[in-house]
């Protein structure tokens, strides 16, 4: 149940980020800073494929992964609709493997986070570091802590197309200070001609980071020239009124 990502979760998903939908300047700086790639480029925890796609579009070489079936099944979906066919695989950030290395590792709006320990993060980031060419780039977006260490109940609803409404109410369920972990219950909820006609409850896990740990992590991990910017702003320091904190570094080595 934990960061299942069930059917529900994935429809959820579909109809909060549709493909294309991006926030403040993401596509912008992502591809900027993907200029340079000319192999490929990998996106772990690709979801829907709503940044996958309009990256692809824009001509990258980007393929991904992720570890639920029917995230997988709609970003295939979506992928079709356009005539576009990426490699895309079912596996998890922690014992994904490729026989090729990647230019680029992208993991943006804070998935990483869904890896709620520490030593099992830092095996995942000497992972990504082993997918890389020398020199390759990792890119790594992260919320700031505020965000996930906000307790508040959320309930929020989405209309289908064929006149069904989704809901889901999350409730966070614990807080490890220790651990750097929050645990809620998320509720979804299909509902019918006023009548309730299906629920999913899943548990979902994630880990905040401080600024300087991040750093520290990726170093430990192997990655040099670590850069950390706001609000995908490159090289810009973050802030406390920054929405999201991207740390970029590299595999030493030259191509």
């Given at each position: ?25 993401e596509l ?55 005539h576009l ?13 490729y026989a ?156």
């Amino acid at each position: 149940m934990n960061n299942h990502y069930g059917s529900l979760a994935a429809l959820v998903y579909d109809l909060d980020k549709p493909i294309g939908r991006t926030f403040g300047n993401e596509l912008s700086f992502y591809r900027s800073r993907l200029s340079e790639c000319r192999g490929p480029i990998l996106e772990p925890g690709v979801g829907n494929g709503r940044l996958l796609i309009p990256l692809l579009e824009a001509g990258l070489n980007v393929e991904g992964f992720d570890a639920s079936k029917d995230m997988l099944l709609r970003c295939l979906a979506h992928c079709r609709e356009r005539h576009l066919s990426p490699r895309l695989d079912q596996m998890r950030f922690q014992d994904f493997s490729y026989a090729h290395r990647f230019d680029a590792v992208i993991v943006p709006v804070g998935s990483f986070q869904l890896i709620g320990e520490f030593a099992e993060a830092l095996s995942v980031l000497r992972r990504f570091h082993d997918h890389l060419v020398p020199d390759g780039r990792l890119i790594i977006d992260l919320d700031p802590a505020g965000k996930i260490i906000d307790s508040s109940t959320s309930i929020r609803s989405w209309p289908t197309d064929d006149g069904e409404l989704i809901t889901l109410q999350a409730q966070h369920a614990s807080f490890d200070y220790i651990a750097q972990r929050r645990v809620s219950h998320l509720r979804y909820e299909r509902w019918r001609d006023t009548r309730l006609i299906e629920t999913q409850l899943e548990l979902f896990t994630l880990r905040w980071w401080g600024v300087d740990e991040f750093m520290l992590a990726m170093e430990a991990a192997g990655f040099r020239d670590i850069v950390v910017s706001g609000s995908h702003e490159h090289g810009r320091a973050p802030n406390a009124d920054d929405w999201i904190i991207t740390f970029e570094g590299r595999r030493a080595g030259s191509r």
